[in-house]
């Protein structure tokens, strides 16, 4: 199973200078807990955002075009065709962080969809590629709290490819 798990904001912004445009531990928490114990697929500039550390209990794949590209207790690949058959032999799910040029490039490929809708407008210059929606049925959406630290309202979805 080969699924993207994102968070957006009303506009489709993904990201701003290769980080989040938000804090929202809320999602952070749901990407944890839905990641853990999968492999994560991310871009090399995803991966450069967030430290370039690998999250603990995952196994982290780091997809670059950069054949010499090197990084510590990390899986590397060099196509997204390597991807898409690495998921179709896993038992295990294959969830893909992004950036939004993998997002591209893999979308006819993803299964499931993890969508955080977070219902702001911010400001960044990286998107989430356009989604045919019809051909997605949306099978789980669960209302995020808003509280003293998650401070936009939000809400989680799951959909299933038809």
């Given at each position: 199973?080969?699924?993207?798990?994102?968070?957006?904001?009303?506009?489709?912004?993904?990201?701003?200078?290769?980080?989040?445009?938000?804090?929202?531990?809320?999602?952070?928490?749901?990407?944890?807990?839905?990641?853990?114990?999968?492999?994560?697929?991310?871009?090399?500039?995803?991966?450069?955002?967030?430290?370039?550390?690998?999250?603990?209990?995952?196994?982290?794949?780091?997809?670059?075009?950069?054949?010499?590209?090197?990084?510590?207790?990390?899986q590397i690949?060099?196509?997204?065709?390597?991807?898409?058959?690495?998921?179709?032999?896993?038992?295990?799910?294959?969830?893909?962080a992004g950036?939004?040029?993998?997002?591209?490039?893999?979308?006819?490929?993803?299964?499931?969809?993890?969508?955080?809708?977070?219902?702001?407008?911010?400001?960044?210059?990286?998107?989430?590629?356009?989604?045919?929606?019809?051909?997605?049925?949306?099978?789980?959406?669960?209302e995020g709290?808003?509280?003293?630290?998650?401070?936009?309202?939000?809400?989680?979805?799951?959909?299933?490819?038809?």
């Amino acid at each position: 199973m080969l699924a993207a798990i994102w968070a957006q904001d009303k506009n489709g912004l993904i990201g701003k200078d290769n980080k989040l445009p938000w804090y929202l531990p809320n999602d952070l928490r749901f990407f944890k807990n839905t990641t853990v114990g999968n492999t994560l697929v991310m871009g090399r500039k995803t991966f450069e955002g967030m430290g370039s550390r690998p999250l603990p209990d995952r196994k982290t794949i780091i997809l670059t075009k950069d054949p010499a590209y090197k990084a510590e207790n990390v899986q590397i690949m060099h196509s997204i065709d390597e991807v898409v058959a690495l998921a179709k032999q896993q038992t295990t799910p294959v969830f893909v962080a992004g950036g939004a040029e993998i997002f591209r490039e893999l979308l006819p490929h993803f299964d499931y969809l993890y969508r955080t809708f977070i219902d702001e407008n911010f400001s960044g210059e990286v998107y989430m590629p356009p989604v045919d929606w019809s051909q997605w049925k949306l099978i789980d959406k669960k209302e995020g709290v808003v509280d003293e630290k998650n401070h936009y309202k939000h809400q989680f979805e799951i959909y299933k490819r038809i």
